[in-house]
């Protein structure tokens, strides 16, 4: 892909911020990537706004507040990808020659609890098919009956993952936890514990693409949605048929991103992918080529994904941590990696990393794979 | 008032009791659940509607604990998936209930009663064991 470069990142911080609203988060965030880049919002020819709750025309508003409209202001809704679809699409607008800055940012301010989804008919949520954890879960199992892993593994993921968290001011939760903790807390739907479900929650991020130049090159992004077939498919379909030669939408994805950069899995230095669950993470180790079917349990064991260790993966703390807000959770995990290729993350800073990739999937069955290189 | 199916695209009732409407392909020779415009896994547009099989084998199962929303039904609750007999293999969502609940146990088609969306009685399917 053409010569596109973030030149500016900047975050709300993820969590619970009573009347604060989304759009005052948003304004925080994209306030920050134009400082960064040294620009207003009056100097970027469109703008494109990842949200899911956000409402009708939730990025004008952002853009209204900065003096920052008269230019295409594009919301964008791909569910837990949808920070992924408006870098896409902002990418796709710097490479097709038409623009050579853009901002990209997502906003998000959820409700509490189980997510309730326009998604679903009536009908499907007063039977009871129709709550998240409950797939989520289903998947978990699948995934431990054909590994051999084991609710052990689970834990340990919630446990690498908070402990990262704790180094991460903008992470909702920043206390490290056990794995005997992870395994006594609430049991949601068995196999998954409470704290092996990340919250859904609030927070902007934000980030400025322009064409060539210096920062961190954006070198591959692709978003893909599932083939159809699968049964756990996160289009929850009713019904499904023998998968096992169906590529997931994320393999899918990580195939386009990586022929896009020109690089694989053993070039990545850092990895920030997407932990709804403990078991989703596992998951995409695999999808992703970062280790084979089955080999997360020595991955594990060994401490790869550690920081410290081979690859770490979810430096920030991952969603585990920082929480989810739909919108924002893609682009913060780009902010994120953006900083740890700068060598600007801290006390969470992978040492000497120069490719990272990001990952995050959800409704609309939307995965969305980004490579970028410092 | 007589029990009305939670949807009736979806099932139907009637003297054998709840019977789960699928499609069927002839050219794709897949089955698929609920009926589809087209196959959904292939696209074929030859759709022929179907009664699907009363009986299954667990693939997967977990509990529901906290009533989401939406729903107005007890928790917690079994939900699994059920690989339908018959070839090829179909699965399907489902709620799941009985003793002995557990990977490769038999289950069988039975209604189940909820409110429905507008909350009046109304007939789902469970596969119980």
């Known amino acids: 892909m053409s010569d596109v470069r973030i030149t500016g990142v900047g975050l709300h911080p993820f969590g619970r911020f009573g009347?604060?609203?989304?759009?005052?988060?948003?304004?925080?965030a994209v306030r920050a990537a134009l400082s960064e880049a040294g620009i207003t919002a009056r100097d970027v020819q469109a703008a494109f706004c990842g949200t899911a709750y956000g409402g009708v025309a939730a990025g004008h508003r952002v853009l209204s507040a900065l003096a920052g409209t008269g230019i295409p202001i594009i919301d964008v809704e791909a569910g837990c990808a949808s920070g992924g679809a408006a870098l896409q699409l902002g990418a796709a607008s710097i490479a097709s020659g038409r623009y050579d800055r853009v901002l990209v940012f997502g906003?998000?301010?959820?409700?509490?609890?189980?997510?309730?989804?326009?998604?679903?008919?009536?009908?499907?949520?007063?039977?009871?098919?129709?709550?998240?954890?409950?797939?989520?879960?289903?998947?978990?199992?699948?995934?431990?009956?054909?590994?051999?892993?084991?609710?052990?593994?689970?834990?340990q993921v919630v446990v690498k993952n908070r402990r990262h968290g704790v180094a991460n001011p903008d992470a909702m939760f920043r206390k490290a936890v056990t794995a005997?903790?992870?395994?006594?807390?609430?049991?949601?739907?068995?196999?998954?514990?409470?704290?092996?479900?990340?919250?859904?929650?609030?927070?902007?991020?934000?980030?400025?693409?322009?064409?060539?130049?210096?920062?961190?090159?954006?070198?591959?992004?692709?978003?893909?949605?599932?083939?159809?077939?699968?049964?756990?498919?996160?289009?929850?379909?009713?019904?499904?048929?023998?998968?096992?030669?169906?590529?997931?939408?994320?393999?899918?994805?990580?195939?386009?991103?990586?022929?896009?950069?020109?690089?694989?899995?053993?070039?990545?230095?850092?990895?920030?992918?997407?932990?709804?669950?403990?078991?989703?993470?596992?998951?995409?180790?695999?999808?992703?080529?970062?280790?084979?079917?089955?080999?997360?349990?020595?991955?594990?064991?060994?401490?790869?994904?550690?920081?410290?260790?081979?690859?770490p993966v979810n430096p920030s703390g991952g969603l585990l941590s920082k929480g989810e807000p739909l919108g924002a959770s893609a682009l913060g995990q780009v902010v994120e990696l953006v900083r740890q290729l700068r060598g600007t993350a801290g006390d969470r800073q992978v040492d000497g990393a120069r490719v990272g990739l990001a990952h995050v999937i959800g409704r609309g069955a939307n995965a969305c794979v980004t490579v970028l290189v410092a | 008032m007589s029990p009305r199916p939670i949807d009736p695209s979806v099932l139907r009732l009637d003297d054998d009791g709840v019977t789960l409407l699928g499609g069927w392909s002839p050219s794709s020779g897949l089955r698929h659940f609920p009926a589809s415009p087209v196959c959904p896994f292939t696209g074929a547009d030859d759709i022929e509607p179907v009664d699907l099989p009363r009986t299954g084998t667990v693939w997967l199962h977990t509990t529901v604990t906290l009533a989401p929303p939406g729903y107005l039904g007890p928790v917690p609750y079994?939900?699994?998936?059920?690989?339908?007999?018959?070839?090829?293999?179909?699965?399907?969502?489902?709620?799941?209930?009985?003793?002995?609940?557990?990977?490769?146990?038999?289950?069988?088609?039975?209604?189940?009663?909820?409110?429905?969306?507008?909350?009046?009685?109304?007939?789902?399917?469970?596969?119980?064991?």
Not at chain 1, 225 to 251: C, F, K, Q, W
């Open chain 1, 107 to 155: 906003i998000e301010k959820m409700p509490k609890g189980i997510i309730r989804s326009s998604f679903f008919a009536p009908w499907q949520e007063a039977a009871g098919l129709s709550p998240a954890p409950a797939f989520f879960a289903l998947r978990a199992q699948r995934l431990l009956v054909e590994t051999g892993l084991t609710a052990e593994h689970l834990a």
């Open chain 2, 78 to 129: 079994g939900l699994g998936i059920v690989e339908l007999d018959g070839d090829p293999m179909l699965r399907v969502v489902s709620r799941l209930s009985g003793d002995g609940l557990a990977r490769g146990a038999p289950v069988h088609l039975e209604g189940e009663e909820l409110p429905g969306p507008d909350e009046e009685p109304s007939v789902t399917w469970v596969f119980r064991t």
């Open chain 1, 19 to 28: 009347e604060l609203t989304g759009t005052a988060m948003g304004v925080t």
């Open chain 1, 180 to 311: 005997e903790e992870v395994l006594a807390s609430r049991m949601i739907c068995p196999p998954l514990t409470l704290f092996m479900l990340c919250s859904p929650n609030e927070g902007a991020a934000a980030v400025v693409l322009e064409r060539s130049g210096t920062g961190v090159r954006l070198a591959g992004i692709s978003l893909r949605s599932h083939l159809p077939g699968n049964v756990l498919g996160e289009d929850s379909p009713l019904s499904g048929i023998d998968d096992s030669a169906i590529d997931p939408p994320t393999t899918l994805a990580a195939r386009d991103a990586y022929a896009q950069a020109g690089l694989g899995p053993d070039d990545l230095d850092v990895v920030e992918c997407q932990d709804t669950d403990a078991a989703r993470e596992l998951l995409a180790w695999s999808e992703l080529g970062l280790c084979p079917d089955g080999g997360q349990a020595a991955v594990l064991a060994q401490g790869d994904a550690d920081l410290g260790g081979r690859l």
